[in-house]
């Protein structure tokens, strides 16, 4: 498997993840549970770090 193929396959599973962490973000909201709301935003913050930082090397 080359490079370029690794690199798209980590930013669409960096793409998914975050998109999980936002809907986890808004169920823990609105379920009014604090710990899940802070973990799930700060995945979502280091999962967006992570999609930008392959979209960049692809580009």
């Not at 370029?4 to 980590?10: A, E, G, K």
């Not at 169920?27 to 960049?56: G, M, N, P, Q």
């Amino acid at each position: 498997m080359g490079a370029r193929t690794q690199d798209l396959i980590l930013l669409a599973v960096a793409i998914l993840t975050a998109l999980a962490c936002a809907y986890y973000y808004i169920v823990a909201v609105l379920d009014e549970h604090r710990a899940l709301s802070r973990s799930a935003a700060l995945a979502f913050f280091l999962f967006s770090i992570v999609a930008a930082i392959f979209f960049k090397r692809i580009l």
